[in-house]
T-cell receptor
């Protein structure tokens, strides 16, 4: 399973874009990149995922480099409620299971 | 509302005691999962089930047991063999195991040892 590397923490000013980087240099050609976030003492929440192309939904945008070795999650207008731990995950295969391997993530602190 | 319900929110275990954490989903999902989270750490997979009456060990299954008698229910038992059970436990589900579907998580159970 491909591993991911994320900075342990980042700060962002409220109303500004938050850009969270992730390295996944050993990703395989058929592995997706997923992003989840976890607010303290709650279950993780799905944000977005992608394979090769950039993706956008109502929560965020995902930019994947052409070689697929890294990606960036963009929260276009961060609010205080976006303060959370953000996990970048490459979907691993264990038999036939949808097995996601979570690292320690990036703690994003949105400052007023 | 559809979702995953975990109970209780907080649970205390005495030494040598087995405790069971409940996880129920009304999303009609085939696959269900149990994760363990220690402070400042990521999630580690304990057990998963792709279909009723079937389940497999994850990365840290020792000291835990599960059952999947109904599609909507996937209870986790923390046995006395688990020597360090204090952690935050998360249950999740997905429509199909092995597909490109996202996981839906419950709100978690905090287990502590008295």
């Amino acid at each position: 399973d491909a591993k991911t590397t994320q900075p342990p923490s980042m700060d962002c000013a409220e109303g500004r874009a938050a850009n969270l980087p992730c390295n996944h240099s050993t990703i395989s050609g058929n592995e997706y990149v997923y992003w989840y976030r976890q607010i303290h003492s709650q279950g993780p929440q799905y944000i977005i995922h992608g394979l090769k192309n950039n993706e956008t939904n109502e929560m965020a945008s995902l930019i994947i480099t052409e070689d697929r070795k890294s990606s960036t999650l963009i929260l276009p207008h961060a609010t205080l409620r976006d303060t959370a731990v953000y996990y970048c995950i490459v979907r691993g295969y264990g038999g036939a299971t949808n097995k996601l391997i979570f690292g320690t993530g990036t703690l994003l602190a949105v400052q007023p | 509302d559809g979702g995953i319900t975990q109970s209780p929110k907080y649970l205390f275990r005495k030494e040598g005691q087995n405790v069971t954490l409940s996880c129920e989903q009304n999303l009609n999902h085939d696959a269900m999962y149990w994760y363990r989270q220690d402070p400042g750490q990521g999630l580690r997979l304990i057990y998963y089930s792709q279909i009723v009456n079937d389940f497999q060990k994850g990365d840290i299954a020792e000291g835990y047991s599960v059952s999947r008698e109904k599609k909507e229910s996937f209870p986790l038992t923390v046995t006395s063999a688990q020597k360090n059970p204090t952690a935050f436990y998360l249950c999740a589900s997905s429509p199909v195991a092995g597909g490109n579907e996202k996981l839906f998580f419950g709100s978690g159970t905090q287990l502590s040892v008295l």
